[in-house]
């Protein structure tokens, strides 16, 4: 009797745990499904560190250019600064020359003028000169001929 009672009892649980066995079996399924969906998740997670890592670093390297690009552009305003110094130095000049030249177009009519006077004034003595001594010579040539 113990024996037929412990098959019994062994058929009645084996049915009533059927499904139960049945339910796990489908949680294994699920939990297996769950597993491979986690572990695509650590992949995708995995990939996503290492996209970051990577952005990290091109970050880094921009920044790197950025600091070379600010330098270059605070090396380029200092050039500007200079030229335009240099500009404002070279207009200075320039308005220098201008009245410089204003100055020596007056000189030069002013003096061109002083200059003709001069020559005309030295052409007039050699010219009394020249007849000075053609009177002298004409009277000479007259006393002679008298």
Known sequence: MNL???????SVLKEELEPVHQRLD???KRFDGIDQRL???ENDVQGL???VK???SDVDGLKVDVKELKSDVDGLKVDVQGLKSDVDGLKVDVQELKIGQAELQKNIV???GEFT???AHQAED???????RLFDVETMIYKLIS
């Open 4 to 10: 037929e009672l412990k098959e019994l009892l062994r």
């Open 26 to 28: 489908g949680m294994d």
């Open 39 to 41: 572990d695509n998740i």
């Open 49 to 51: 560190k290492q996209d």
């Open 54 to 56: 990577e952005f990290k």
């Open 110 to 112: 002013e003096n061109l």
């Open 117 to 119: 006077e001069k020559i």
């Open 126 to 132: 050699r010219t009394y000169v020249l007849n000075r």
